[in-house]
Each structure stands twice: as structure tokens, then as C-alpha cells.
């Protein structure tokens, strides 16, 4: 579920963590604007140099080699990641 946090201002700590911990999942993550898929996402890994070509080329074929492959996904930002370990939803999606 999309969660509006305060309209107009900067949410604070205490803010988030009570709205995560009284939605279902339980689970908040930021979408990574500027991201269109994967590849995207690979490529940039690059141009940043964020790993080696040869790990980033590994893990491409190993995507696309998977019958179930997107490329067309929402990418997110775990830079800031809340979850609430008392979810029902959590509980059984980290297992």
C-alpha cells in the first residue's frame, strides 16, 4: 500500500516508524526515481562503477537467462528501508 507521510514537510523518524508499524505490509522502501528496469539499473551500476563489468555482464545473462525475466520492474532505493517485525505480512514474505 502507498502511505502519504506529512504533506509538504520533511516526516520524521518517529513518523515513519509509527506508520509502519500500524499498516499492512509493515514494509516502507523508497521507488528509485530515474529507473527504467534492470538494465537500467545495470548500466548505471556501470557508469558509476559500482562493480566489476565482468560481475555486472555475469549477472545480466544470468537475469536474462531466467524464464521468469522482466526487465520492466520498479527499482527501489534501500538507503532507507522500514519494516515492522510484528507484520503478519513481513513475517511470512522474510521467511
Known amino acids: 500500500?502507498?502511505?502519504?507521510?506529512?504533506?509538504?514537510k520533511q516526516s520524521t523518524w518517529m513518523e515513519m516508524a509509527a506508520?509502519?508499524?500500524?499498516?499492512?505490509?509493515?514494509?516502507m522502501q523508497v521507488k528509485h526515481r530515474g529507473r527504467s528496469?534492470?538494465?537500467d539499473e545495470f548500466r548505471l551500476i556501470g557508469v558509476h562503477r559500482k562493480d566489476y563489468a565482468e560481475n555486472v555482464q555475469r549477472s545480466i545473462e544470468w537475469l536474462r537467462a531466467q524464464?521468469?525475466?522482466?526487465?520492466?520492474?520498479?527499482?527501489?532505493?534501500?538507503?532507507?528501508f522500514g519494516?515492522?517485525?510484528?507484520?503478519p505480512t513481513y513475517q511470512r514474505l522474510s521467511q
Open 83 to 87: 519494516y515492522n517485525p510484528k507484520s
Open 67 to 80: 524464464p521468469d525475466f522482466e526487465d520492466d520492474v520498479t527499482i527501489y532505493m534501500n538507503q532507507f
Open 37 to 39: 528496469g534492470l538494465m
Open 19 to 27: 506508520t509502519i508499524s500500524s499498516t499492512e505490509p509493515g514494509l
Open 1 to 8: 500500500a502507498n502511505i502519504e507521510l506529512s504533506k509538504g
